[in-house]
């Protein structure tokens, strides 16, 4: 009796590859954009400190004026600000600017990802300058497990939940009384000194997370930061977002394995989880063009390049809506004359040198 053939197993037709048109620069326009908004930081925390030391003197040595930006990093008094607007329709006195940009930071997360977080904020360029020192030095980066790493991630969003939900029993006096305490006016003096006067515990802790992120890809902004966790949830409003070309795209995988998120870029039609950061590594080692894209919705239409015509944002088009946002609200801010903290020169000669024995007033 004849043995009949075994059945053929067809394979998979292979897509054709139609390289990119030209070399992508959307990780060198980013660094720079970077390295940029870090030299802009680090020279409002010099000013800041000259501006401090002056009181701390006594009125003695190098007079500067105290820049308002500072207050950029003070998140928390952003978001009591913004809800004492809401509430009253009113811009708060003290540390206006910080409410200005804690709403211009949330809008670039509305229409642009977390883009914040991988374009601007200064935590996130040095952790991810310390997570690229790690894979110098030990070849690669960790990557926790499945099972560990999702509940760890929820870490940032109960920190979150317990600045909202104290914030959100305030009302508008409250919020109020509590900045025109001697610590609230201070509250900007009580963090740089946090770190000159830094204790022993705070030392370690802080090590043991510089260590973390430079094993673990970052380590902080994946598992620790409310500030990420507030505008990865703003995010999900974005229009724009990572998308795929299912018929240009040639099934390679480069895209996944650049994420530093672990996104499952190649299975996906759409990035739409809070974890993107609009970093765009994915579209910068992807081969084919019209394949992956940081864009708006497709149009209809036979063609890659129609459906993609006008829709894509190039890393030029990102770093102008964000420069757009983060000076438009600061002349904003400027014009109405909400910029600065406008207190009497008594009242930061007589605080600033005690800045340290002043206690939060819930304490």
Not at 43 to 64: D, T
Not at 79 to 84: A, G, Q
Not at 310 to 337: C, D, E, H, K, Q
Request: proline share 6%; with cysteine.
């Amino acid at each position: 009796m004849a043995t009949q053939p075994a059945p053929s197993v067809q394979q998979p037709t292979k897509k054709p590859l139609i390289r990119r048109f030209g070399h992508d620069k959307s990780q060198r326009i980013r660094h720079i954009v970077q390295g940029l908004f870090l030299l802009l930081n680090g020279w409002l925390g010099i000013q800041f400190y000259l501006w401090a030391r002056f009181y701390e003197r006594g009125g003695a040595g190098f007079s500067v004026s105290r820049p308002a930006g500072v207050e950029g990093w003070l998140p928390i008094a952003g978001l009591m600000n913004t809800k004492y607007l809401l509430l009253t329709g009113r811009v708060p006195a003290i540390h206006p600017a910080a409410m200005y940009l804690f709403i211009g930071f949330m809008l670039m997360s509305i229409l642009l990802k977390k883009a914040f977080c991988s374009w601007l904020c200064p935590v996130g360029t040095f952790s991810e300058f310390l997570w690229r020192i790690g894979h110098r030095f030990f070849g690669r980066n960790l990557r926790l497990p499945k099972w560990f790493d999702i509940p760890l991630r929820s870490l940032k969003y109960i920190l979150l939940a317990l600045f909202v939900a104290v914030i959100g029993v305030m009302s508008a006096e409250a919020l109020d009384g509590f900045m025109q305490t001697p610590y609230g006016l201070l509250v900007d003096v009580k963090m740089m000194n946090f770190f000159r006067d830094m204790g022993i515990t705070a030392a370690v802790v802080i090590g043991l997370l510089i260590l973390l992120s430079t094993l673990v890809q970052n380590f902080w902004c994946r598992y620790l930061c409310p500030y990420g966790a507030l505008m990865g949830l703003a995010s999900l409003l974005s229009p724009v977002k990572i998308r795929r070309d299912e018929q240009s795209c040639i099934d390679c995988s480069k895209c996944s394995k650049a994420c530093p998120a672990g996104l499952a870029v190649d299975q996906l039609v759409q990035i739409r989880t809070v974890e993107c950061t609009a970093c765009m590594a994915c579209v910068s080692v992807c081969p084919a063009q019209d394949a992956l894209q940081f864009a708006l919705p497709p149009r209809k239409a036979p063609t890659a390049a129609a459906r993609w015509q006008f829709r894509s944002m190039t890393p030029l088009a990102v770093t102008a809506v964000l420069a757009y946002i983060f000076f438009g609200v600061v002349l904003l801010a400027r014009a109405t004359n909400h910029w600065q903290t406008n207190l009497p020169e008594q009242v930061y000669m007589h605080l600033v040198p005690r800045a340290n024995q002043l206690t939060h007033p819930g304490m």
